[in-house]
């Protein structure tokens, strides 16, 4: 009953018949688009803002400070004014680089997390593009996103840019592997890619709790593999600011720079988003068993607020992976993928394959 | 419908960026100065470009990548219908996956995995 309260599609439906009651059909499609690309890049910028405001608090709790509290309530405004303060700042131009492609890549780097977020179900109905082969999708556009770092860090002419884009480079093709490894892990559990039927088989359980101990194998190593593809935590050896400076984003100023930045953050959400739609059942409340009265209450919850919980729970984790684990060392980081993470996401395929085959999930 | 959803897409990400781009060259101030627009390097005058020949180590990484990768497309296919098929689909990833193992343990044995 609850859940067709909080389906968006009735909404979204009567703002297609609302439009098409005074315009021709190419027109309303037209108004919808822009309609779309209103919210979302509005969506985009106030998540970049409220995302680079969060770190810093959660920085700033775990090393015992205030964190930013002067302008305005909280400090909430800080990095509002952070992003005017980069938005008049000079954009120097470096003498030596390749400036065609030294513009291109913030393009590249914005692009790649942009359409990635398109395919994110926020809610029931509320989702831009819902392919059929919505994993795959986000796996293959937000990948594109390194190219982007390798061309800033080539096209800069600058030492410490091009040592921290090539370190980007081995490090997020090598953790991609285990990323897609223990994506598809759900993806035999559900039987599909698309990104809504993940959800829907999710209605009696999540995969984290339906798909035992190898499921729970999976989310770990998702969890890890995409902190070191999202060049953050522990793994942020491609802007290590002891040895390289700022890696490959060093040559970059005011808002090209804040671009990297913005997209490194929304790469975060895209990223948390995913885990807690593959493994934590996206929008779906939180149930027990048959405890009727229990699940009822939590039907109450408007799905949009469940997914925005459990995404900003895993954002969490990996805030605090940042700030409580020490960096890496380049082989170290490709031990740790090469040697433990890809053998164990294979032999994990391979058992829930077995699983899958017996019935003995739920 | 979707194929033109994703080109909006697109075309946000283009005027987002760019439009940052043309608002900020706008109202920023300019100045040139040879030694700003040198690359950084800590102060003092930079030594030759850094487009230079770099460790081969990212190489090897990239090309046993590309390996994986390419199976990882082989298998997603594989991993939705697996359910269907049941035992076939099971006993031939099994295969794939030996020969598979079986590359990844050559490329280790090698010393490719190795950081030098």
């Given at each position: 009953?609850?859940?067709?309260?909080?389906?968006?599609?009735?909404?979204?439906?009567?703002?297609?018949?609302?439009?098409?009651?005074?315009?021709?059909?190419?027109?309303?499609?037209?108004?919808?688009?822009?309609?779309?690309?209103?919210?979302?890049?509005?969506?985009?910028?106030?998540?970049?803002?409220?995302?680079?405001?969060?770190?810093?608090?959660?920085?700033?709790?775990?090393?015992?400070?205030?964190?930013?509290?002067?302008?305005?309530?909280?400090?909430?405004?800080?990095?509002?004014?952070?992003?005017?303060?980069?938005?008049?700042?000079?954009?120097?131009?470096?003498?030596?680089?390749?400036?065609?492609?030294?513009?291109?890549?913030?393009?590249?780097?914005?692009?790649?997390?942009?359409?990635?977020?398109?395919?994110?179900?926020?809610?029931?109905?509320?989702?831009?593009?819902?392919?059929?082969?919505?994993?795959?999708?986000?796996?293959?556009?937000?990948?594109?996103?390194?190219?982007?770092?390798?061309?800033?860090?080539?096209?800069?002419?600058?030492?410490?840019?091009?040592?921290?884009?090539?370190?980007?480079?081995?490090?997020?093709?090598?953790?991609?592997?285990?990323?897609?490894?223990?994506?598809?892990?759900?993806?035999?559990?559900?039987?599909?890619?698309?990104?809504?039927?993940?959800?829907?088989?999710?209605?009696?359980?999540?995969?984290?709790?339906?798909?035992?101990?190898?499921?729970?194998?999976?989310?770990?190593?998702?969890?890890?593999?995409?902190?070191?593809?999202?060049?953050?935590?522990?793994?942020?050896?491609?802007?290590?600011?002891?040895?390289?400076?700022?890696?490959?984003?060093?040559?970059?100023?005011?808002?090209?720079?804040?671009?990297?930045?913005?997209?490194?953050?929304?790469?975060?959400?895209?990223?948390?988003?995913?885990?807690?739609?593959?493994?934590?059942?996206?929008?779906?409340?939180?149930?027990?068993?048959?405890?009727?009265?229990?699940?009822?209450?939590?039907?109450?919850?408007?799905?949009?607020?469940?997914?925005?919980?459990?995404?900003?729970?895993?954002?969490?984790?990996?805030?605090?992976?940042?700030?409580?684990?020490?960096?890496?060392?380049?082989?170290?980081?490709?031990?740790?993928?090469?040697?433990?993470?890809?053998?164990?996401?294979?032999?994990?395929?391979v058992?829930?394959?077995?699983?899958?085959?017996?019935?003995?999930?739920? | 419908?979707?194929?033109?959803?994703?080109?909006?897409?697109?075309?946000?990400?283009?005027?987002?960026?760019?439009?940052?781009?043309?608002?900020?060259?706008?109202?920023?101030?300019?100045?040139?100065?040879?030694?700003?627009?040198?690359?950084?390097?800590?102060?003092?005058?930079?030594?030759?470009?850094?487009?230079?020949?770099?460790?081969?180590?990212?190489?090897?990484?990239?090309?046993?990548?590309?390996?994986?990768?390419?199976e990882?497309?082989f298998l997603?296919?594989w991993?939705?219908?697996?359910?269907?098929?049941?035992?076939?689909a099971?006993i031939e990833i099994i295969i794939f996956f030996a020969v598979l193992g079986?590359?990844?343990?050559?490329?280790?044995?090698?010393?490719?995995?190795?950081?030098?």
């Amino acid at each position: 009953m609850s859940s067709n309260l909080y389906d968006f599609s009735t909404l979204t439906s009567s703002i297609h018949e609302w439009l098409s009651g005074f315009m021709s059909a190419g027109w309303v499609v037209f108004t919808e688009l822009v309609l779309i690309g209103l919210l979302f890049l509005l969506f985009f910028a106030l998540l970049g803002l409220f995302l680079v405001y969060l770190e810093r608090k959660v920085c700033a709790i775990m090393q015992n400070r205030v964190g930013p509290n002067r302008v305005g309530k909280w400090g909430l405004l800080q990095t509002i004014a952070d992003l005017i303060k980069l938005l008049i700042k000079e954009l120097i131009p470096i003498r030596k680089s390749d400036k065609f492609l030294f513009n291109l890549a913030p393009f590249i780097v914005i692009i790649a997390s942009l359409m990635a977020m398109a395919a994110l179900p926020f809610a029931k109905g509320l989702q831009a593009i819902d392919f059929n082969i919505g994993v795959f999708y986000i796996m293959a556009v937000s990948s594109l996103g390194v190219v982007g770092i390798l061309l800033a860090g080539w096209a800069s002419n600058s030492k410490y840019s091009i040592i921290g884009a090539m370190r980007s480079g081995a490090q997020i093709v090598s953790y991609e592997l285990s990323v897609g490894l223990s994506l598809m892990a759900i993806v035999i559990f559900s039987g599909s890619m698309q990104l809504s039927t993940i959800i829907e088989s999710q209605a009696n359980g999540w995969w984290i709790f339906k798909g035992h101990i190898p499921a729970f194998i999976a989310f770990v190593v998702f969890l890890v593999a995409s902190t070191a593809e999202i060049n953050r935590g522990p793994f942020d050896l491609a802007e290590a600011e002891s040895e390289l400076t700022a890696g490959f984003h060093t040559e970059y100023s005011g808002i090209k720079f804040a671009f990297f930045f913005l997209a490194e953050y929304i790469n975060m959400f895209i990223v948390a988003a995913l885990a807690a739609t593959i493994f934590l059942g996206g929008w779906m409340p939180f149930h027990i068993g048959s405890w009727e009265g229990f699940n009822h209450i939590m039907d109450f919850v408007p799905p949009i607020v469940w997914f925005f919980l459990k995404t900003f729970f895993i954002i969490y984790i990996i805030m605090w992976f940042k700030w409580t684990f020490p960096r890496l060392r380049i082989d170290q980081l490709l031990t740790l993928e090469w040697k433990y993470l890809l053998p164990i996401s294979l032999v994990n395929i391979v058992f829930i394959a077995f699983l899958v085959l017996m019935g003995w999930h739920f | 419908m979707e194929s033109q959803s994703l080109i909006l897409f697109f075309l946000i990400a283009l005027v987002l960026v760019g439009g940052a781009i043309v608002f900020s060259t706008l109202v920023a101030p300019k100045s040139f100065n040879l030694v700003k627009s040198e690359p950084y390097e800590c102060g003092i005058p930079s030594e030759g470009p850094a487009w230079i020949q770099f460790n081969v180590g990212y190489y090897l990484f990239a090309i046993i990548y590309l390996i994986f990768d390419v199976e990882t497309v082989f298998l997603f296919p594989w991993a939705v219908v697996m359910k269907q098929i049941g035992l076939r689909a099971f006993i031939e990833i099994i295969i794939f996956f030996a020969v598979l193992g079986l590359g990844l343990l050559y490329a280790w044995k090698k010393g490719a995995l190795k950081w030098v």
